[in-house]
T-cell receptor
Framework: QKEVEQNSGPLSVPEGAIASLNCTYSDRGSQSFFWYRQYSGKSPELIMSIYSNGDKEDGRFTAQLNKASQYVSLLIRDSQPSDSATYLCAVNAGGTSYGKLTFGQGTILTVHP | EAQVTQNPRYLITVTGKKLTVTCSQNMNHEYMSWYRQDPGLGLRQIYYSMNVEVTDKGDVPEGYKVSRKEKRNFPLILESPSPNQTSLYFC???????????FGSGTRLTVV
């Protein structure tokens, strides 16, 4: 089983719709969770971080964390063509492994006009 | 401007010729890390460093060396590169207790 798994995609949504991206992780001791966006040919860019169960909202983005289910999600409301990118889920074990950040394979999102 | 700087951006080399990819950050971050990104395999962590003179292996450390003699610099060394090390490499840094890693612009390495 992979440590961090994302819904395989690719995901295509119409402009203005909600895009839902999902991620599961295997290490129950994981403490920090991140969503990165990567445009083609560019480096990953941090867009959301979440550390406790529940929802965290930032503009059009909402991250959701359920540690009991070992599940993290990212919702993008009012999706725009500029949101088309690869979205990467990343999980940090914390503690003495704070420097170790494991990424999922990524989900390619396309928002079509 | 706060940033992570990698050099070179592109590098073509021959099998067995030692090379170093440099990485520097100006944010006084404690943690630094190297990743490689390959199609179908995603981002995989090679090594990370928690502070000066403290490093640890990531998921794919074989064939790589790192050193952290100064807080701002974290070079990646390939002593004897092989074609399977052809990849896109990213350096990244983060503050202790801070959010996730901030990434550099990447180095595309081709080993022939």
């Amino acid at each position: 089983q992979k440590e961090v798994e994302q819904n395989s995609g690719p995901l295509s949504v119409p402009e203005g719709a909600i895009a839902s991206l999902n991620c599961t992780y295997s290490d129950r001791g994981s403490q920090s969770f991140f969503w990165y966006r990567q445009y083609s040919g560019k480096s990953p860019e941090l867009i959301m971080s979440i550390y406790s169960n529940g929802d965290k909202e930032d503009g059009r983005f909402t991250a959701q964390l359920n540690k009991a289910s070992q599940y993290v999600s990212l919702l993008i409301r009012d999706s725009q063509p500029s949101d088309s990118a690869t979205y990467l889920c990343a999980v940090n074990a914390g503690g003495t492994s704070y420097g170790k950040l494991t990424f999922g394979q990524g989900t390619i999102l396309t928002v079509h006009p | 401007e706060a940033q992570v700087t990698q050099n070179p951006r592109y590098l073509i080399t021959v099998t067995g010729k030692k090379l170093t990819v440099t990485c520097s950050q100006n944010m006084n971050h404690e943690y630094m890390s190297w990743y490689r990104q390959d199609p179908g395999l995603g981002l995989r962590q090679i090594y990370y460093s928690m502070n000066v003179e403290v490093t640890d292996k990531g998921d794919v450390p074989e064939g790589y060396k790192v050193s952290r003699k100064e807080k701002r610099n974290f070079p990646l060394i390939l002593e004897s590169p092989s074609p399977n090390q052809t990849s896109l490499y990213f350096c990244a840094s983060r503050a202790a207790g801070g959010d996730g890693y901030t990434f550099g612009s990447g180095t595309r390495l081709t080993v022939v």
